[in-house]
């Protein structure tokens, strides 16, 4: 029978062991820190974005965490999340999406100066697709800077001015059509529905922008609606 040929053990350096006993213990702490619950994660993705529906944030969760939320055990856990996160006041539900609370009450000072009259506000921005960019050819909305190729960006969909301008919001809040002013006059005041790409990570400043851009134009084209005998 053949002798198997023992190798000489290799000489461990002074101090090498303790080095990566420390070197592993760093990580593992690391870790922990890093480590953050669904309700964090979750407040998190609503304060960065400002306003988010249940799909939105599903779908954040699994780009930036990996998070399936298509598994009964997540949704459960995202359930919770969300009721703790209001019940403790961190989060506002209106209607099917979630904001913070200071976004909320800034909403409740401006129905009341309103007198219970409704005015259409600003919507979000909706986040249609996120992706990697296939070129260098897209440029951010939000920051006017190139989206490198393989970058993560997302696809998002702004139709504030549209809506208040064709009457589909006021529709919505009375829940039905008395009361409600006509609208379908989003041609003439040359409104759309835009879409375009930002970075991934330029969301909340996009949301801050487009509510700028809708602030500032939307009393002009109320004050051209009311004059045309557009608006009530």
């Given at each position: 029978?053949?002798?198997?040929?023992?190798?000489?053990a290799r000489k461990r350096?002074?101090?090498?062991?303790?080095?990566?006993?420390?070197?592993?213990?760093?990580?593992?702490?690391?870790?922990?820190?890093?480590?953050?619950?669904?309700?964090?994660?979750?407040?998190?993705?609503?304060?960065?974005?400002?306003?988010?529906?249940?799909?939105?944030?599903?779908?954040?969760?699994?780009?930036?965490?990996?998070?399936?939320?298509?598994?009964?055990?997540?949704?459960?856990?995202?359930?919770?999340?969300?009721?703790?996160?209001?019940?403790?006041?961190?989060?506002?539900?209106?209607?099917g999406s979630y904001l913070?609370?200071?976004?909320?009450?800034?909403?409740?000072?401006?129905?009341?100066?309103?007198?219970?009259?409704?005015?259409?506000?600003?919507?979000?921005?909706?986040?249609?697709?996120?992706?990697?960019?296939?070129?260098?050819?897209?440029?951010?909305?939000?920051?006017?800077?190139?989206?490198?190729?393989?970058?993560?960006?997302?696809?998002?969909?702004?139709?504030?001015?549209?809506?208040?301008?064709?009457?589909?919001?006021?529709?919505?809040?009375?829940?039905?059509?008395?009361?409600?002013?006509?609208?379908?006059?989003?041609?003439?005041?040359?409104?759309?529905?835009?879409?375009?790409?930002?970075?991934?990570?330029?969301?909340?400043?996009?949301?801050?922008?487009?509510?700028?851009?809708?602030?500032?134009?939307?009393?002009?084209?109320?004050?051209?609606?009311?004059?045309?005998?557009?608006?009530?």
């Amino acid at each position: 029978k053949a002798k198997r040929r023992l190798m000489p053990a290799r000489k461990r350096k002074a101090g090498e062991h303790d080095d990566k006993v420390s070197a592993n213990k760093k990580n593992k702490t690391a870790k922990k820190k890093t480590k953050m619950t669904m309700k964090e994660m979750v407040v998190h993705l609503v304060e960065e974005i400002g306003k988010a529906g249940l799909a939105t944030i599903k779908k954040e969760l699994q780009i930036r965490y990996d998070i399936d939320c298509k598994s009964q055990r997540n949704k459960t856990r995202l359930k919770k999340a969300l009721e703790t996160a209001v019940s403790a006041k961190i989060l506002r539900k209106t209607g099917g999406s979630y904001l913070t609370q200071e976004s909320s009450s800034d909403e409740d000072e401006s129905e009341d100066e309103s007198d219970g009259k409704y005015e259409p506000v600003f919507r979000g921005l909706r986040v249609m697709k996120t992706e990697k960019a296939k070129s260098n050819r897209s440029t951010c909305k939000a920051c006017n800077s190139a989206i490198a190729k393989g970058a993560s960006r997302h696809r998002v969909s702004d139709d504030s001015l549209y809506v208040a301008v064709s009457g589909g919001e006021r529709n919505a809040y009375n829940g039905s059509h008395e009361g409600c002013y006509r609208g379908g006059y989003e041609e003439i005041y040359g409104t759309s529905r835009e879409t375009y790409f930002i970075h991934a990570d330029c969301l909340k400043l996009a949301n801050r922008l487009a509510e700028e851009h809708f602030n500032a134009e939307w009393p002009l084209i109320r004050e051209a609606m009311t004059y045309n005998g557009h608006f009530p």
